[in-house]
């Protein structure tokens, strides 16, 4: 069966760091691009950022650049989102998606983080 | 960055309707655009990918159109289990921005 599953969700204060895992299985992860996409809960849905196959490629939104890093372990079949310097705002789900020709396929069911003091 | 607009923002609706929700970018963006549903507490679903294109899985009764800047997706005959938000979503350039969604409720 084809599925992501998040992990590393949960309580953080402000200014603080959280890394995100999401292990994939029932597919070659090595070849597709893998995104983050979070949503605050009753909310819509925002792209955090993106990799691609190889690691050659990130790009992050802007209200993430230079906070948060996007990687990947080909040979683990794992993604990962390293957060620093969380605010209250980064307060969401959080989705690893796989990428197939521009769609997002297969959505992880999503780890919660919550920035709070 | 390219902004997604989608109308309306939520509709009601009745078992047998035919809904259209619209879509509407910023800038060109070809046939770069996809629809996900989205039901409460569970991730989106890829309904239609590169306008018109239905996903595997996905009933017929969902279909897509549009280029450039217009999209629609319409639900021909509606379901009681396509009760859920609908989001547009361009992937013509990064960053992949989604519309603010559309809810349809009873």
């Known amino acids: 069966e084809v599925q992501m599953v998040e992990s590393g969700g949960g309580l953080v204060q402000p200014g603080g760091s959280l890394r995100l895992s999401c292990a994939a299985s029932?597919?070659?992860?090595?070849?597709?691009?893998m995104h983050w996409v979070r949503q605050v809960p009753g909310k819509g849905l925002v792209w955090v950022a993106r990799?691609?196959?190889?690691?050659?490629?990130?790009h992050y939104a802007d209200f993430v650049k230079g906070r948060f890093t996007i990687s990947r372990d080909n040979a683990k079949s794992t993604l990962s989102l390293h957060m620093n310097s969380l605010r209250d705002e980064d307060t969401a789900v959080y989705y690893c998606?796989?990428?197939?020709?521009?769609?997002?396929?297969?959505w992880g069911q999503g780890t919660k983080v919550t920035v709070s003091s | 960055d390219i902004q997604m607009t989608q109308s309306p923002s939520s509709l009601s609706a009745s078992v047998g309707d035919r809904v259209t929700i619209t879509c509407r970018a910023s800038?060109?963006?070809?046939?770069?655009l996809n629809w996900y549903q989205q039901k409460p507490g569970k991730a989106p679903k890829l309904l239609l990918y590169a306008s018109s294109s239905l996903q595997s899985g996905v009933p017929s009764r969902f279909s897509g159109s549009g280029s450039g800047t217009d999209f629609t997706l319409t639900i021909s005959t509606l379901q009681p289990e396509d009760f859920a938000t609908y989001y547009c979503q361009q992937f013509y350039s990064t960053p992949r921005t989604f519309g603010g969604g559309t809810k349809v409720e009873i």
């Open positions: 029932g597919f070659t992860f090595a070849d597709y691009w």
């Open positions: 800038q060109y963006i070809g046939t770069y």
């Open positions: 990799i691609n196959s190889d690691e050659t490629s990130r």
């Open positions: 998606v796989r990428d197939w020709i521009g769609g997002f396929d297969i």
